[in-house]
Structures are given as structure tokens and as C-alpha cells.
């Protein structure tokens, strides 16, 4: 029994998700996406963390407000 070749251009779906996996396109692009999520998400997370002290600076502000209001 001799081993049997396979032809070249015979295709799968799975050898061509291989290829596809491995090709040098695939993982750059993979790359950039996740980096692009990840600078969004801290982008968004900076963005509420900012959002809250100003809504707290706000309320002291208010708060120092009607005091000084009241003192007077």
C-alpha cells in the first residue's frame, strides 16, 4: 500500500480556512480591530469616569453654594 497523494488544487473548506489563517492579512487585521475596541472602551470608561467627578464637583459646588447663601 502506497501513501496517497493528494492533488494540489483539490480544495476543502477546511484546508481553505487554514489558508486563510494563517495568510498574512488575516491576523495584522485582527490586530488592529482588537486595539481598535480595546482604545474605544477606555475611551468610553475615561469619558464616564469624567463625566461622574464633574457631576460631584457640580453638587458640591451647590452645596457650597446654598451654604454660603445661607450664611449670609
Known amino acids: 500500500m502506497g501513501r496517497r497523494l493528494e492533488d ?10 487554514t489558508r486563510s489563517l494563517s495568510g498574512m492579512k488575516l491576523w495584522p487585521t485582527l490586530g488592529v480591530a482588537f486595539l ?7 475611551s468610553m470608561r475615561l469619558s464616564w469616569s469624567l463625566g461622574r467627578e464633574n457631576a460631584r464637583n457640580e453638587a458640591q459646588a451647590s ?9 449670609n
Open 8 to 17: 494540489p488544487e483539490r480544495r476543502t473548506a477546511f484546508s481553505v480556512t
Open 36 to 42: 481598535l475596541i480595546v482604545g474605544w472602551g477606555t
Open 63 to 71: 452645596t457650597l453654594k446654598r451654604t454660603a447663601d445661607t450664611l
